[in-house]
């Protein structure tokens, strides 16, 4: 089992939309939990960071984790289509782990 | 701008040539990482160097090298380029706590 799965997609959907984007994880270790958001032909640039268990909400996203699942989340409301992007979930167990696990990322499309 | 500098862009290489993939960073970050992403694959850790001074293996490192100039610079080096090393190559500095800083990319293609 891989230390973190995210589903590749493609995902398509209509803008306006509300979008679910999702990662499990299997290092019950991990604790600092990020998403990171990749345009095409650019680098990943942060978009949402947040610590343990609990949601966090910044403009139109908001980043859930649930530690007891392992399981993360990233929803993104009212959709544009400047939104479509690849969205690369990472997480490290912080402290001297500054090394950060990366999913495969999951490439999202809104369409106008 | 403030942020992670790479440098070529661009490059095409013929197999068994060499080159050096340059990286800097103004934000005084200790830790420094190579990543190679290729399709169906994300962002796999080449090496990473902790603070100036050290560096270490990460999940691919055959086939390349890394210094760690000073606080500023890792460059990556291919000794013997390989089609196998066709891929977008990203550079990323990080603070320990405000996540990863990304370089935009170099594409390099090995024919």
């Known amino acids: 089992q891989k230390e973190v799965e995210q589903d590749p997609g493609p995902l398509s959907v209509p803008e306006g939309a509300i979008v679910s984007l999702n990662c499990t994880y299997s290092n019950s270790a991990f604790q600092y939990f990020m998403w990171y958001r990749q345009y095409s032909r650019k680098g990943p640039e942060l978009l949402m960071y947040?610590?343990?268990?609990g949601n966090k909400e910044d403009g139109r996203f908001t980043a859930q984790v649930d530690k007891s699942s392992k399981y993360i989340s990233l929803f993104i409301r009212d959709s544009q289509p400047s939104d479509s992007a690849t969205y690369l979930c990472a997480m490290n167990s912080g402290g001297s782990n500054y090394k950060l696990t990366f999913g495969k990322g999951t490439l999202l499309t809104v369409n106008p | 701008n403030a942020g992670v500098t790479q440098t070529p862009k661009f490059q095409v290489l013929k197999t068994g040539q060499s080159m050096t993939l340059q990286c800097a960073q103004d934000?005084?970050?200790?830790?420094m990482y190579w990543y190679r992403q290729d399709p169906g694959m994300g962002l796999r850790l080449i090496y990473y160097?902790?603070?100036?001074?050290?560096?270490d293996k990460g999940e691919v490192p055959n086939g390349y090298n890394v210094s760690r100039l000073n606080k500023r610079e890792f460059s990556l080096r291919l000794e013997s380029a390989a089609p196998s090393q066709t891929s977008v190559y990203f550079c990323a500095s990080s603070d320990y706590v405000n996540g990863y800083t990304f370089g935009s990319g170099t594409r390099l293609t090995v024919v």
């Open positions: 947040t610590y343990s268990s």
């Open positions: 160097s902790a603070s100036e001074g050290t560096t």
């Open positions: 934000m005084n970050h200790n830790s």
